[in-house]
């Protein structure tokens, strides 16, 4: 299965977005990838629906959407309407997981699940069956830039081994702490997506650091 390489714009210029949308338009990325925070589930917030919007007359990438948030359920149909490709909620948020799961594939988009650091793989022994793609946090969420938690490497192969038996067509993808290091050892463990965000962003080339993370 071919890498990818997803930018997140959490880190991005807002004040020159569409020069990075631009950017990753050029790049080898093969997602965009948005953080949405609504700073109850996670202590920040981030932005929401104008901006995927936005982002979305000028994206030539899949949108990537990652929900941060209480009761995705509720704003699941606003954001495939704003152009997501793949909404990925939260294990932790989701008190009736296997009916947003067919909510969100009944509006013709892929069906992805996150979970936080501290929830075990096998929470997913009933859903994996379902998935598009499964979304593991190597930080804690709500800020970008954290120290890479190095317990996300067994986690990934856990991961890999139970998707194999169970949902071979199954991304894994990995958000946070990022780097070639860290990337090279996810991938060698089977994750199938990096997000990065400050270190593709605070790059002098990103184009160039999109490229080399995917060929670790």
Not at 35 to 47: A, E, H, L, R, T
């Amino acid at each position: 299965m071919s890498r990818i390489i997803a930018p997140s714009i959490l880190s991005a210029d807002f004040n020159n977005l569409g020069n990075d949308i631009e950017m990753i338009n050029r790049s080898e990325a093969g997602f965009i990838h948005f953080d949405v925070m609504d700073g109850v589930f996670v202590p920040n917030i981030s932005f929401g629906i104008p901006v995927i919007e936005h982002v979305n007359k000028i994206a030539r990438k899949p949108l990537d959407v990652h929900l941060m948030i209480v009761n995705p359920d509720a704003l699941i149909g606003s954001f495939v309407k704003a152009g997501a490709s793949i909404i990925t909620v939260h294990y932790e948020a989701c008190t009736h997981l296997h009916r947003t799961i067919q909510h969100i594939k009944n509006l013709g988009i892929k069906a992805s699940v996150c979970l936080n650091p501290h929830t075990p793989i096998a929470v997913l022994e009933d859903i994996i069956t379902e998935l598009d793609m499964v979304l593991l946090m190597s930080v804690n969420p709500g800020f970008g830039g954290q120290a890479f938690i190095e317990n996300t490497y067994k986690k990934v192969r856990q991961l890999k081994s139970f998707i194999e038996k169970s949902n071979p067509d199954c991304l894994i993808e990995v958000d946070g702490g990022v780097n070639y290091e860290t990337g090279k050892k996810l991938f060698d463990s089977g994750a199938d997506v990096l997000v990065a965000g400050s270190f593709i962003f605070k790059s002098n080339q990103p184009e160039e650091t999109i490229r080399n993370l995917k060929i670790l």
